[in-house]
């Protein structure tokens, strides 16, 4: 039997937290994207640029408390994490994290989590900015699908999100930000996310 690797059991961790789960799009009765594709792609931008395995694991699982605080048999997903992976894994979620288990994702909380989220990631800036890689490399895939998105059907985009085209765009400028002083504005991931934020802007990505 091949022996499974860490990497691998957070992978089977995350499919069994995010299985049934699917992308935002503009028609999902005629496209349903995994979840999983999103974990996937965070991943191979972390392997990019020589990530440790516990960004990796990090990367695999960094929705799982924001979307799933609670696994499918009833446990603690905090606590399954951090038995499986250790201390510094679960760190690297927590970090990666937009609110808090049960909280309301709402119009109403959008911009108080983002702030708080911002503000939390200013934290790590100074005391950890290594835990800010899984939050770029996240930031990064989800502004490449807005992106691709914008490309394909234009600004209706903007009528996935709790927020406002103007407010969402001010999140990913504001987080990327912080991702300059944490990795300089040359580190790679940067650099292509801030080519992202500007396509965002650009009106010209709308049909």
Do not use: C
């Not at 696994?71 to 979620?93: N, Y």
Request: glycine residues 6%; charged residues 20%; proline residues 3%.
């Amino acid at each position: 039997m091949i022996p499974q690797t860490k990497t691998a059991q957070a992978f089977a961790l995350a499919e069994w937290l995010h299985g049934d789960q699917y992308r935002k799009n503009s028609d999902e009765e005629a496209l349903k994207i995994p979840y999983l594709t999103h974990l996937i792609d965070v991943m191979s931008l972390l392997i990019q640029v020589g990530a440790s395995d516990e960004q990796l694991i990090a990367g695999l699982l960094h929705d799982a408390l924001e979307d799933q605080p609670v696994t499918p048999d009833g446990q603690v997903t905090q606590m399954v994490i951090s038995q499986m992976f250790g201390a510094r894994v679960l760190e690297l979620v927590e970090a990666a994290t937009d609110g808090s288990a049960g909280e309301s994702r709402n119009s109403n909380t959008w911009k108080s989590r983002k702030q708080a989220h911002l503000d939390e990631m200013s934290v790590h800036l100074k005391t950890d900015p290594q835990a800010l890689l899984v939050p770029l490399a996240d930031k990064l895939a989800n502004g490449q699908a807005i992106v691709n998105d914008l490309h394909h059907v234009g600004p209706v985009v903007w009528d996935r999100f709790n927020a406002t085209r103007d407010e969402v765009i001010w999140y990913y400028t504001s987080a990327l930000a912080v991702f300059e002083s944490a990795f300089g504005a040359d580190h790679v991931l940067v650099g292509r996310l801030r080519r992202v934020v500007a396509a965002m802007t650009s009106q010209d990505q709308a049909k």
